[in-house]
């Protein structure tokens, strides 16, 4: 399996620490947020993973050439942000016909990717994509799911002022190549949003499955805050 960490986002909430550090390496408890993922990845055997760049790329890229597994990851730039789903399209060569994890890369998150590609294995008959959830503590900030018993996604519910629950997308996948076709296959700027313009597509083969592991969008001041909290009580465990 390959994987697709999503990295190219501006993080306009953290500015000031943002106008000099690309999001994805914003340090949480002193480690670069990326540095997180690629580790996670390896440790959870992904032999080759591709980056996208764009805000302050430079960085983003020296970071990569010089750790020593720099020669499983490859680094595509983007001139133009082309919005989750337009990554894939554009990179859906990479995947070589495999199913592959879609990360974005702008989360702390410590759950074991290795179990939630062994719960893709096992998942519902019919379902085509899997995707981590977490409950959230402002569901109006997220996408919001509805699952039956089986934990297949017959509703969805991207940042509403009065969400049905609390069970929200972690925004990690594993797309079949089905998904990854479907998306390729798209029209020219018809599919830009994994969220809005994916995710509604594949309702009721869509596998929901919760992280074991916290999950945090370090969007905000606040959030990073508890990214950092977060990760030294890990440390100190």
């Not at 998150?109 to 179990?115: R, Y």
Request: charged share 20%; with cysteine.
């Amino acid at each position: 399996m390959k994987a697709i960490l999503l990295a190219a986002g501006l993080g306009s909430r953290l500015r000031p620490i943002t106008n000099h550090t690309p999001k994805c390496l914003v340090p949480i408890a002193g480690k670069p947020l990326l540095g997180y993922w690629l580790d996670s990845l390896k440790n959870s055997g992904i032999e080759s993973i591709l980056v996208n760049l764009h805000c302050l790329a430079d960085q983003v890229r020296e970071f990569v050439v010089n750790r020593p597994d720099r020669n499983r990851i490859t680094l595509v730039d983007e001139r133009v942000l082309l919005g989750t789903a337009g990554t894939i399209k554009q990179n859906s060569e990479f995947f070589s016909g495999e199913r592959g994890l879609v990360i974005h890369a702008d989360n702390f998150c410590t759950a074991n990717l290795a179990t939630f590609v062994d719960k893709h294995e096992n998942r519902p008959p019919g379902t085509e994509l899997t995707m981590m959830t977490f409950v959230a503590d402002e569901p109006r900030t997220c996408g919001i799911l509805e699952t039956d018993e089986k934990g297949i996604v017959h509703g969805f519910h991207e940042k509403v002022e009065n969400p049905p629950g609390n069970v929200a997308n972690a925004a990690i996948y594993i797309f079949e190549p089905s998904v990854i076709q479907f998306i390729s296959s798209s029209p020219p700027g018809e599919l830009v949003d994994i969220s809005r313009d994916v995710i509604p597509e594949f309702l009721g083969r869509i596998f929901a499955t919760p992280a074991d592991g916290p999950v945090i969008d370090i969007g905000t001041p606040s959030s990073l805050k508890r990214a950092q909290s977060c990760a030294l009580s890990l440390e100190g465990l």
